[in-house]
């Protein structure tokens, strides 16, 4: 299995911008999948970013052209560059990891708030 430990979330206003950084416990090399998710108050969890062990990302729909997910392989460490970021950005952030034999792990979460 796997441990995440994720920091990097704040308080910024609209059009600023947030690094979030997710630290794994393995070799990123030994894990299948990671992502970012994050949830609202009042709402349901949602995928906001994935990377396959491909190297191929994934966005969703209303994070493409602003966000980033990015790989530090020699730190095991994934990022998420979040640009021009919008009040409805704000909710908890979750790395997510999912390695051989299908053991998936969370973060603790981080927060994110956008001020208008």
């Known amino acids: 299995q796997v441990q995440l430990v994720e920091s990097g979330g704040g308080l910024v206003q609209a059009g600023g911008s947030l690094r979030l950084s997710c630290t794994a416990s393995?070799?990123?090399?030994?894990?299948?999948?990671m992502a970012w998710y994050r949830q609202a108050p009042g709402k349901q969890r949602e995928l906001v970013a994935n990377?396959?062990?491909?190297?191929?990302?994934n966005y969703a729909d209303s994070v493409k052209g602003r966000f980033t997910f990015s790989r530090d392989n020699a730190k095991n460490t994934v990022y998420l560059q979040m640009n021009s970021l919008k009040p409805e950005d704000t909710g908890v952030y979750y790395c997510?990891?999912?390695?051989?034999?299908?053991?998936?792990?969370w973060g603790q979460g981080t927060q994110v708030t956008v001020s208008s």
């Open positions: 393995r070799s990123i090399f030994s894990i299948n999948y």
């Open positions: 990377l396959s062990n491909g190297g191929y990302v």
């Open positions: 997510y990891a999912r390695v051989p034999g299908n053991f998936a792990s």
